[in-house]
């Protein structure tokens, strides 16, 4: 439970007027329990601050009290967890939160209050927490990292909680093509996009804001001769008149990828308490576009002075975007600005004209423009030129100590706005992997070599002022669709002013007492610089491994220049000496569910369902998953104890009766051409010219380096036509393989394939009583006798009265056997008619176990024994392969490698004790000797209980293989600690002639 | 990533699976030294920075192979045409969405 923190709060510092809020619309909403209210229009940040909540965090490691640093989406302080239960978010950004009714936040990283954390005497062990704490602290003994090192860290150490429930909420994935993606709509995203709109261009404006305009409101100038949010409603009015413009709200372009591809994530829901019905929270944009016009402004960065974390202390920007546009007085007393640049004197101004006391201005330059420092003298404010802050204190701030003329003076202030210039917003130009330019007029690092089709336009592109922006937007615009052909119409500039932009690079108060932070979220500080520079981690990689500098969830947005900065004032070398900094995608955090989108639990991908499927569970079939299909596993009946049991009667049924089974799944392939049976001869191992039309064949195929690659059944429907079966799993790997051997090693022969897996239901027909049940459903004049339709005949039909059919007989259970293939809307009604038909014979049905048990009893290889590492002598299929042709991985199965005698060959295996338990993985060792790696012989590949026989049974790959029958092992689990003796037999367990599958 | 599918159009690279090395020819079988040879081409990769034509195969759209140059450093995709036609000239490479 979180206790009150009665301190936390004062009366309202929300301005008597003005601001971009909706004063008829409160907010009611909650941080840790305390009842506050805002308006609509607020950010949580901005509500805060108005209800005079100045303490909102404890730092990372150091558990400083901390408040809100900025405005945007570059905040490393302000972090709450908000929503509760399921939809507990942690680590969220109070200044990106917008308000609504019944919000609830709470601070993160306390314990047990906010206002007094048991755990800031941290700050007091703060050395041990600096640069390379973790490296030189816990190097050994390292059996004291998992049990004390590491649960004391995430302790002291961290951030917010994740929800501990399934996440409730819906995302979606989308997306969109544009001629022109606009990133950013503050004056020169406006400007390009109505540029844009005009000459008829596709158009997506995209910003992360809820109200577009960027520092058109924060800023408040007048264009055109009005306050600016007037002419933005007039552009974004103009902009919803053209119906090729899309204009996304709430919408962070977070990644730019290969193509003009961009990656974005709108917030559909986020401002909500929760989602309306059938709304996704978030939605997750690919959006492809021709090109990318990169507006997305500028951040502006913090100087490094003692205490410059203090709540109270804000980057001026922020202070300034507090009062125009959210009328948030940032402090109620008093504030002191703390600048090397003219913005903040502006900021000043307004803060001053708005009613906020201002006490002094301090810059670190001796001279400035009378035209800035006269109207702030004017309102009473102290202007201290060539001075600095060196020291803030309370744990609220309440003193500000500032060096000036030699001498050290206090200020009583409660805000302290500092700015130590702006940082062009290059990130997304370094997605790609190119690095931004050092500009020493501006200094600051500018957009270096860009994504293809990207244009950099306004202040991410160095412009910082108002005319610039808004004239850089337009041209960068007309020349990216000139590029793409469209007439551009010309048009005014609207008119509006340049704010002074003059700066001297000033990053670190030398003078500072207490810490000084680098990066606030990481906690890094000057002196962690130093010691990173002292021990030689210098070059800026190592800096921030070491120190952590820029790691956080924020990327360093406010830190990585400042670091680079002191680092490179410790080495005497420049700032493009020192190194630049780069920034990956997401540009701002992204949920992991807006990238999973809708793809989660059931439909994280299609179930595949088998035509006879709802036949299937109207019989009580137990589903499996094989790869995306779901098979009938088996089908239990009453009083059945267990699977076991069921599946030994499903496959006493095929051996004694008739048995069932959904084959569909197999993959099939239609192939036909003059050359068709060519291709046969290339890609299986064994001879196909001489297959007669109306026969199969069992293939086997390789992949080129001689490795079985799959096996299955092919028939010869016409003299140009095939039917081919491939395994279920590989169905997808054997069409692309002959798409391969067709277009990419002989485009010159004359075939052509299609899937044809989904067209056809194909169900086996298994049993001694299989050809009776057949001849009930198989339209006249077909004979089914064995003469006319022997072994491995095939052909199309008609059967219940003219539905098209087609016949194989085929045997994968070793039984007189066939496989008969319908459209697949048919397999429904196929399935009931054979059952109807073998009603007299108890026919039964069968699932992927009974399967499994006939094929491990006559010794087929399967999934476990093709997996990959398997020649065809291994599988004992070598005497299958022609000498008289070539086919894909003859040479390279002639490997003597792979010839060798001794590799691990398909054998059987029985265990001696009667009614021994076989486990599938038991390694193989010979009796006597040791069980270690030397004497490991082989393995178990598949196992069964047969009921036929009534013992166990088991397939291996042994060493020598086949010439061990006889042989006795010892069959070793070292997982379950188990081990039975075996002996070494032929893999065919049933029917070793192949007489049944003839009768 | 897009590839210009001179069947399809620019499609996403999610649409395609990658095999490599489009310059290996499948060497003649009855070479005598067809063993070494075959090492070669089913092992040997050169791996080189800049342009590389290879294999992609389009399994979610039209299933041609087709013969792509793409650099390496930059995923900047130059050519596109179908391995089945290796002399056709390029079509579709227009990065028209
Ligand atoms: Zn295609």
């Known amino acids: ?999 | 990533m897009r590839i210009p599918c001179p069947y399809c159009g620019p499609r996403d690279a999610h649409e395609f699976t990658c095999l490599g090395d489009a310059t290996l020819t499948r060497p003649d079988p009855a070479a005598p030294d067809a063993a070494s040879a075959f090492h070669d081409y089913v092992y040997r990769r050169d791996n080189p920075a800049g342009p590389h034509r290879e294999l992609w195969y389009h399994g979610g759209g039209c299933r041609s192979w087709l013969e792509v140059t793409r650099d390496t450093r930059t995923h900047a995709i130059t050519d596109a045409r179908f391995a089945a036609d290796r002399s056709s000239a390029a079509q579709g490479t227009e990065d028209r969405p």
């Open chain 1, 1 to 999: 439970m979180t206790a009150p923190t009665a301190q936390n709060t004062g009366p309202s510092r929300r301005l008597a007027k003005g601001g971009l809020i909706d004063r008829s619309q409160p907010l009611e909403f909650d941080f840790d329990g305390r009842p506050l209210s805002g308006v609509a229009g607020d950010t949580l940040a901005s509500a805060l601050l108005a209800n005079g909540v100045t303490l909102v965090g404890r730092s990372f490691k150091y558990h400083r009290p901390r408040g809100i640093l900025t405005a945007g989406s570059e905040e490393p302080n302000a972090l709450v967890e908000l929503r509760s239960g399921a939809r507990r978010e942690p680590n969220t950004r109070a200044t990106m939160v917008e308000l609504y009714d019944r919000l609830s936040a709470t601070s993160q990283n306390r314990w047990p209050s906010l206002e007094h954390d048991a755990l800031s005497i941290n700050r007091l062990a703060a050395p041990l927490f600096g640069a390379g704490f973790y490296y030189k602290t816990f190097m050994w003994p390292a059996a004291l990292w998992e049990r004390l090192y590491e649960p004391l860290i995430r302790r002291a150490a961290g951030l917010g909680r994740a929800a501990d429930h399934e996440d409730p909420d819906r995302y979606e994935k989308a997306t969109a093509h544009c001629d022109l993606l606009v990133i950013g709509a503050g004056p020169a995203g406006l400007m390009a996009a109505l540029t844009a709109a005009r000459s008829g261009a596709r158009v997506i404006l995209a910003d992360e804001d809820f109200r577009l305009g960027g520092r058109l409101l924060s800023d408040a100038p007048e264009v055109d001769g009005a306050p600016a949010p007037l002419w933005v409603d007039r552009v974004l009015g103009e902009l919803a008149s053209f119906p090729d413009v899309t204009v996304m709200p709430r919408t962070t372009v977070f990644g730019v990828y290969d193509g003009g591809t961009y990656g974005a994530v709108e917030r559909v829901s986020d401002h909500r308490a929760e989602p309306l019905p059938w709304q996704p929270r978030q939605r997750l944009w690919r959006i492809v576009a021709r090109r990318s016009l990169l507006a997305a402004g500028a951040i502006e960065r913090p100087i490094v002075f003692g205490g410059n974390d203090r709540p109270g202390v804000m980057m001026a920007g922020a202070m300034r975007a507090y009062a125009n546009r959210f009328a948030v007085a940032a402090a109620r007393e008093a504030v002191a600005v703390f600048a090397n640049n003219d913005s903040a004197w502006s900021a000043a101004r307004d803060l001053s004209r708005l009613g906020v006391r201002v006490a002094a201005v301090i810059d670190v330059r001796e001279r400035v423009d009378p035209a800035l420092t006269a109207p702030l003298a004017a309102a009473g404010a102290r202007l201290m030129l060539g001075s600095r802050v060196i020291a803030t204190s309370g744990k609220r701030l309440s003193v500000v100590e500032v060096l000036t003329g030699g001498k050290r003076e206090t200020l009583k202030v409660d805000g302290l706005a500092m700015s130590g210039g702006w940082s062009p917003t290059v990130n997304l130009t370094c997605h790609l992997g190119s690095r931004p330019v050092w500009n020493d007029a501006l200094s600051a690092f500018l957009p270096g070599s860009l994504p293809p089709g990207m244009t950099v336009a306004g202040a991410a592109n160095g412009r910082f002022g108002l005319a610039a922006c808004l004239a850089d937007g337009a041209a960068s615009a007309t020349a990216a669709l000139a590029d793409l052909g469209f007439a551009v119409p010309s048009a005014a500039l609207p008119r509006a002013d340049d704010d002074p932009a003059g700066l001297i690079p000033f990053w670190h108060v030398a003078e500072s007492k207490g810490a000084a932070f680098v990066d606030h979220q990481n906690d890094v500080t000057a002196k962690d610089i130093a010691i990173a520079h002292r021990e030689g981690f210098r070059a800026v990689e190592h800096l921030k491994r070491y120190t952590t500098l820029g790691m956080a969830t924020d990327q360093g947005k406010t830190a990585n220049l400042t670091g680079l900065a002191i680092m490179s004032a410790l080495t005497g070398k420049d700032i493009p000496e020192t190194g630049t900094t780069m920034f990956r995608p997401p540009y701002s955090p992204v949920a992991i569910g807006a990238f999973g989108g809708s793809h989660r639990g059931k439909a994280f991908r299609p179930t595949r369902l088998t035509p006879t499927h709802g036949w299937a569970t109207e019989h009580g079939a137990v589903f499996v998953e094989t790869g995306p299909w779901l098979r009938a596993q088996y089908f239990p009946r009453p009083g059945e104890r267990d699977w076991l049991e069921t599946v030994n009667r499903e496959v006493t049924a095929v051996r004694t009766g008739v048995g069932l089974c959904d084959v569909s799944t197999l993959g099939k392939i239609d192939i036909q051409g003059p050359d068709a049976a060519t291709l046969l001869e290339r890609v299986y191992i064994n001879g196909w010219s001489g297959l007669e039309v109306g026969k199969a064949r069992y293939g086997v195929m390789l992949r080129e380096d001689g490795m079985v690659m799959d096996d299955g059944t092919t028939a010869r429907l016409g003299p140009t036509h095939f039917v081919m079966t491939t395994t279920t799993a590989n169905a997808v790997k054997v069409f692309q393989h002959l798409e391969h051997a067709l277009q990419v090693l002989w485009p010159e022969l004359d075939a052509r394939i299609a899937s044809v897996s989904d067209q056809w239901a194909q169900i086996a027909v298994a049993g001694p009583k299989a050809r009776e049940t057949l001849a009930r459903i198989v339209d006249a004049p077909f004979d089914l006798g064995n003469a006319a339709f022997p072994y491995m005949a095939a052909a199309e039909l008609t059967v219940l009265g003219g539905l098209r059919a087609r016949l194989f007989r085929l045997s994968f259970s070793g039984e007189l056997a066939y496989e008969i293939a319908v459209p697949a809307r048919q397999g429904d009604r196929l399935v009931r008619a054979l059952m109807d038909a073998g009603a007299p014979f108890g026919i039964t049905p069968y699932g992927t176990e009974a399967l499994g048990v006939l094929r491990i009893e006559k010794g087929h290889a399967a999934g476990n024994e093709l997996n990959g590492q398997t020649t065809a002598h291994d599988l004992g299929l070598g005497r299958m392969m022609s000498g008289k042709k070539d086919f894909i991985g003859r040479v390279m199965s002639n490997r003597p490698g792979l010839r060798d005698p001794d590799r691990p060959a398909l054998v059987g295996l029985r265990p001696l004790p009667p009614g021994a338990r076989l486990r599938a993985g038991s390694h193989l060792i010979p009796v006597g000797q040791p069980t270690d790696a030397a004497n490991d012989q082989g393995y178990l590949t598949s196992v069964a209980h047969s009921p036929t026989l009534g013992h166990a049974i088991g397939l291996a790959l042994l060493a020598g293989g086949p010439r061990r029958i006889g042989e006795r092992l010892r069959a070793v689990d070292p997982l379950r600690n188990e081990e039975v003796e075996v002996e070494v037999c032929n893999p065919v367990f049933v029917d070793p002639q192949g007489e049944k599958l003839r009768v």
